[in-house]
């Protein structure tokens, strides 16, 4: 389930509170409806938008009447599935209720936007309200062995029981809770599985790491450890991260024990790297106290048990990855959603700067290298070298980063590398909505036939090349989508370009030139080849040549396709 809220408003009288309260949440985005308001993303019937959300677990904050939103919503409640938060905020701030989600943490994100927006939220949750905390929502690094317990146990307490606290609870210690050391209840803080008391409540430091040097499958691997804790007598959600040898960063069945174990999985470097035992990886990645617990019936498992909820982030180091992204043209709302969630988990974002500054908004603890750097393969190596050391690093580019841009350079990095940790990288490359797509769609269909993509810059590739594959497309009548066509160092090439698609295409061929599509400002024409002048064109613009059966008619609009059969 996502963490990011979608910020949803209705007019432009509720921008100005929808912006205070992105800044509390990184990535977040302002939802508007089309036609009232421009913000992030738009849509055009709130009822649908606001399901939709609420379906796929996105946490909402509504900036309108908590009525519209609990009768938008009504329909979907009956089924009780995961339950996002979800709160309804006043236009002008001046109210913050949270309406559902008390266990997905939307108390705390209502106390978040009050304090932002300077008001009291509107919490109606009487444990909360009677304790000052939601007993059931433990921190970071702390899980509920059992929720419907959990509520139980929260209604003896409403009902005047006081109850004892055992083990390390720092974050009740605010909380005002009944206690007593003579109660019948007790609130248990351990890594030891939940016996079934109904008198207990209990809550699982995230404080075990196994580590393993098992090179069965993932499967396998993941019933190793789960029998290992089962041995202990530990709780699996007591499991904090699982851990190899950095020899093995690229090991597939690694990462799927981790995903079904629901933990990060983290490297230690050893000296021995691939033969040290269990044990000796707990050793190298482990800078606190622990207890290693071995388990006898299999040796290539060994547990840590530390005395607190550990971080993860501290043991050893991740692999890292580099996602070579594209923007799409510039809307959000055509920057595909894996592109998004890159932006979201990244500790570090590279690229040209005016596409780091489309990518926004990032968080504060994002790390950006922003270069204006012309040197492709430079800024390459430089996310690998960054990658290389765990870091999660994006690239990002316009469009699709397959099409004149990154993907290419960072694999011609990647081949020439010399170092085995670039190898070691987890790469992945997330397609994009290209300037050509783009443009397109809004004309209508130009490229529902054959058609190619030509780059008309000469700076890597000669000019003679351009010219004679400008004169094969034309002769094969594809249509043709021209990228980077025009730019102050290459004033003549455009014209040169359309004198060789003049010898094979008819003055009444129809072109289609989108500049800024999907930005502030776009505009999209329609002129015919004989009208066409370089002067029309500019770097921000793609000029689509339709083919000898491309075609234009006006339905409200003028529409240009091209059809799928040939005459
Ligand atoms: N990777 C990008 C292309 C980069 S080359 C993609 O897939 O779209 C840069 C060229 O793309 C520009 O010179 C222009 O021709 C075209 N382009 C990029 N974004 C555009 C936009 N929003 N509108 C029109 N053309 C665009």
Redesign the pocket.
Known sequence: MTTTPAIVILGAGALDTARRIQLLYAASQVHALRGRVEADVAYTDLSTHLRELYASGTPIVALCAAGIVIRCLAPLLANKGVEPPVLAVAEDGSAVVPLLGGLAGVNVMAREMAAALGVSPAITTSGELRFGTCVLNPPEGYALADIGQGKRFVSDLLSGESTRVEGQAPWLDDAQLPRSASARLAIRVTPRAWNGREDELVIHPRSVVAAVTDTDDGATIAAHVQAALDRHGLATLSLAALLASSGRMADAALAQAAASLNVPLRFAQTVAEDGAPPAGLLHAALRIPYETLHDDAHAGVALALTPLAVDADTIGRARGRLTVI?LG??SAELMVPAARKALTDATDILGYETYVKMAGPLRADQRVHGTDNREELQRARHAFELASTGRSVVMV?????G???MAAAVLEALEDAQDPAWAAVELVIVP?V???M??AAQAGAPLGHDFCML?LSDNLKPWTIIEKRLRHAAEADLVMA????ISRARPWQLDKALDIVREFRAPTTQVVL??????PG?TLRTVTLGELRSADVD????VIVGSSTTRKFVNGAPWVYTPRWYG
């Open positions: 594209g043209p510039g580019s316009s469009g699709d980063p099409v004149f841009a994009g290209s300037a050509a783009a443009t780059s021209f990228y980077n066509p989108g500049r800024d599509i999907g930005r776009g770097m921000r613009t793609m």
